[in-house]
């Protein structure tokens, strides 16, 4: 037997609508024309690791010159962050002078994968580095110098 209490009364189903499942209504899809400059780009520059290029190497200007200041993130291992850089990845240091010089590319936040220290080879390391939009572009004295 029922209570009262789990009887659906008027003012708690829900009406249904014509043609579509009871429920809230559908999200409208945005073009990319109406998100443009509001959307996050994410990039992953699978360019190559290990000092060894997967992409011909006439692709790494366009990457560094094209790609690069439209993402909002990046996601470059050690190998690709020195050749978008041109910095030599060898200590923490020098990982947050390229991570500096992806910012003053445009990228907000930069994230070095896979990245290996001399004398350290027994871990593989990760850098992430984020520039707050309006903060004003990294500089020397970040890095202590």
């Not at 993130?73 to 030599?88: I, M, S």
């Not at 001399?118 to 390391?125: E, K, M, N, S, V």
């Amino acid at each position: 037997m029922r209570s009262a209490a789990s009887t659906p009364t008027p003012s708690t189903v829900a009406p249904a609508r014509r043609g579509r499942a009871p429920g809230p209504p559908p999200r409208r899809r945005r073009s990319a024309e109406r998100v443009r400059g509001r959307a996050d780009a994410v990039c992953d520059p699978v360019m190559g690791d290990h000092g060894k290029l997967y992409v011909p190497e006439d692709l790494v200007p366009i990457y560094r010159n094209e790609v690069v200041p439209r993402a909002t993130v990046l996601t470059p291992n050690q190998f690709e962050a020195e050749l978008l850089t041109d910095v030599r990845i060898r200590s923490l240091r020098d990982a947050l002078a390229a991570s500096d010089a992806l910012h003053a590319k445009g990228v907000r936040c930069v994230v070095i994968t896979s990245m290996h220290v001399p004398g350290d080879d027994d871990a593989i390391h990760l850098v992430a580095s984020r520039v707050h939009p309006g903060a004003p572009r990294p500089s020397a004295a970040r890095r202590g110098g």
